[in-house]
């Protein structure tokens, strides 16, 4: 009866322990979730259910090992958070792997993708065939993000005789408040253009925005922090 009754307390506590780090750790964990946060889930429920058939594990060691890798990953959330810089590396970056209609069989094989398993992946989002797509984007989560080519967008175009638009991709110049160099060298515009820009805005620093896009022929989009820190939708 001893036995059950360990049981049942160590479930209890591992049950509230895990319960409150993922309230910690933010939903991101789960709706976002990349290799490493899964391979972390699997790791954070072998330590509870390991110390459940363990008798020498009681509940303090069991916090104990629950606290430390909890303490890890958030530690980690905090750098990627904190350091831009760092989410490539930690986090992977997503790739595009179909460009302007043809597919990128560099970034195909760096993600150990084959043609078919990209098929696959492209009938999720709707696209049964690889001509209808003008963008896919191979996300960190393993997931694809679609944009498809002007007679393929919903609702169909050609059936409607809507004529034919260039198809762009957006591209991302603020996050966070931080400029991102890359991107703008990608579209060869400069920071003292983005600068002018956001004068012309209203705004004086990219530190008051949480995010801006650039896309052909569009005005600069942003999303400006509000006094109180929440975001503006």
């Excluded at 009681?58 to 104990?64: A, I, Q, S």
């Excluded at 191979?138 to 609702?155: F, M, N, Q, R």
């Excluded at 638009?165 to 400069?190: F, H, W």
């Amino acid at each position: 009866m001893t036995d059950y009754i360990r049981i049942a307390v160590e479930l209890l506590v591992g049950f509230i322990a895990l319960f409150t780090l993922t309230q910690l750790l933010g939903k991101t964990q789960i709706t976002q979730i990349t290799p490493f946060d899964f391979i972390s889930a699997l790791v954070l429920g072998e330590l509870v259910g390991n110390g459940l058939y363990d008798n020498e594990i009681g509940v303090p060691k069991l916090l104990f090992a629950v606290l430390i890798w909890g303490s890890l990953i958030y530690l980690l959330e905090i750098i990627t958070q904190k350091c831009g810089r760092t989410r490539a590396w930690m986090e992977g970056r997503p790739s595009i792997v179909i460009h302007k209609g043809n597919i990128n069989r560099k970034e195909l094989k760096k993600a150990k993708l084959d043609i078919d398993q990209l098929r696959h992946l492209l009938r999720s989002k709707g696209a049964f065939s690889l001509q209808e797509v003008e963008y896919a984007i191979l996300e960190t989560d393993g997931t694809v993000s679609v944009l498809k080519k002007h007679p393929y967008e919903i609702p169909i175009n050609q059936d409607l005789n809507i004529a034919p638009r260039k198809i762009t991709l957006s591209t991302p110049l603020i996050t966070d408040g931080r400029i991102l160099s890359d991107n703008l060298k990608e579209i060869n515009l400069s920071e003292q253009w983005l600068l002018s820009e956001l004068k012309k805005l209203g705004y004086h620093s990219p530190k008051d925005l949480i995010f801006a896009e650039w896309d052909e022929g569009k005005p600069l989009y942003v999303i400006p922090y509000l006094d109180n820190g929440s975001i503006n939708n």
